[in-house]
């Protein structure tokens, strides 16, 4: 599975953005749990939100109410909608794909930059 997020950009504070990320190279990708993942400069990477094969979406605290994970399976591709972006979101975003089978096996796009001035 290849992942590649695209997206990222320069931004104010307060301002918007999307996010993409597009897998490729198997077939069942709505079976997959998908997730966006952050790494801000000298920091470790967090968790920023998760969206089910079902549709059930997770969202950490510091995001919940501003960003809003989604997925097209037709398209193969899952979406961070961030608003009212603050620079403390500034961060390398990195998308994430798990697949549950008789094991858990887990892949990871490139990371796409997103840097917020204030």
């Known amino acids: 599975v290849q992942l590649q997020a695209s997206g990222g950009g320069l931004v104010q504070a307060g301002g918007s953005l999307r996010l993409s990320c597009i897998a490729s190279?198997?077939?069942?990708?709505?079976?997959?749990?998908m997730a966006w993942f952050r790494q801000g400069p000298g920091k470790q990477r967090d968790l920023v939100a998760t969206?089910?094969?079902?549709?059930?979406?997770h969202y950490a605290t510091s995001v919940s109410g501003r960003f809003t994970i989604s997925r097209d399976n037709a398209k193969n591709a899952v979406y961070l909608v961030m608003t009212n972006l603050k620079p403390e979101d500034t961060a390398v975003y990195y998308c994430?794909?798990?697949?549950?089978?008789?094991?858990?096996?887990?892949?990871w796009g490139q990371g796409t930059l997103v840097t917020v001035s204030s």
């Open positions: 994430n794909a798990k697949i549950i089978t008789t094991t858990i096996r887990s892949y």
């Open positions: 190279g198997n077939s069942r990708f709505s079976t997959y749990d």
């Open positions: 969206i089910s094969s079902a549709d059930n979406t």
